[in-house]
């Protein structure tokens, strides 16, 4: 599929929203990008990201209410679509294949 292609970090992003689920909103995203990758991102990056990846098609977002917990302001929720979520298992099988035939002894490391 053309235009279906995910760089590195589309991917821990699609991936991050999906673990979310309905908390997949930009401050907890970035928190999980650190949290479970060690990886420090710019919030234009991430928006960045999120809004090319909804103009992919791969995600979409909402707007929920606002909460005062959140000084009244309100928040968007991203989720997979369809094709996001085929785009992503399709990513995974790529890869899985490849992997499958790296032989053992390749990623070894020999001492001198």
Do not use: C
Not at 1 to 25: C, S
Not at 82 to 97: E, F, P, S, W
């Amino acid at each position: 599929m053309k235009g279906t292609n995910l760089g590195e970090f589309e991917e821990l992003v699609l991936l991050i929203v999906l673990i979310l689920q309905k908390e997949a909103y930009v401050l907890k995203i970035r928190e999980e990008v650190l949290d479970q990758i060690g990886r420090s991102v710019a919030m234009g990056a991430l928006h960045s990201t999120l809004s090319r990846l909804e103009k992919k098609g791969f995600l979409e977002s909402v707007m929920e209410g606002a909460t005062q917990e959140r000084g009244g302001r309100r928040k968007r929720i991203y989720e997979l679509t369809a094709l996001g979520k085929t785009v992503l298992k399709d990513a995974n099988q790529q890869r899985q294949m490849l992997w499958n035939q790296v032989p053992d002894y390749a990623l070894k490391f020999i001492y001198v």
